[in-house]
């Protein structure tokens, strides 16, 4: 089992960046490739950023790509995202994924993922 906690939602300005983490814990010595979810009020969990074991392979929704970037520093056991140039649209809740799951692709949807974070909250707004 891994737990994920993710941190570093807030409220802030358009344009504005935040950098959010994800810590994991348990066992975290298995290979796993890591994502970030989205959630609005109403909406379905949406993709965001996935990141591979070992950071060589990255993808990006198309609404964030360019703005957005994942990484991760497996030493810490942590995966980032850096968003910048935020938009009201960014709003949601946000998730950090992870799966030991071997594939030739970065998974996108939120069932190609085993373990889930609580979440935090990004408010994007003037």
């Known amino acids: 089992q891994v737990q994920l906690v993710e941190s570093g939602g807030g409220l802030v300005q358009p344009g504005d960046s935040l950098r959010l983490s994800c810590a994991a814990s348990?066992?975290?010595?298995?290979?796993?490739?890591m994502g970030w979810f989205r959630q609005a009020p109403g909406k379905e969990r949406e993709f965001v950023a996935a990141?591979?074991?070992?950071?060589?392979?990255?993808y990006y929704a198309n609404s964030v790509q360019g703005r957005f970037t994942i990484s991760r520093a497996n030493a810490k056991n942590t995966v980032y995202l850096q968003m910048n140039s935020l938009k009201p649209e960014d709003t949601a809740l946000y998730y950090c994924?992870?799966?030991?799951?071997?594939?030739?692709?970065?998974?996108?949807?939120?069932?190609?993922?085993?373990?889930w974070g609580q979440g935090t909250q990004v408010t994007v707004s003037s």
């Open positions: 994924a992870a799966t030991p799951r071997i594939s030739s692709t970065l998974g996108v949807g939120v069932d190609e993922y085993d373990y």
């Open positions: 348990g066992r975290t010595n298995r290979y796993y490739s």
């Open positions: 990141i591979s074991w070992i950071g060589a392979s990255t």
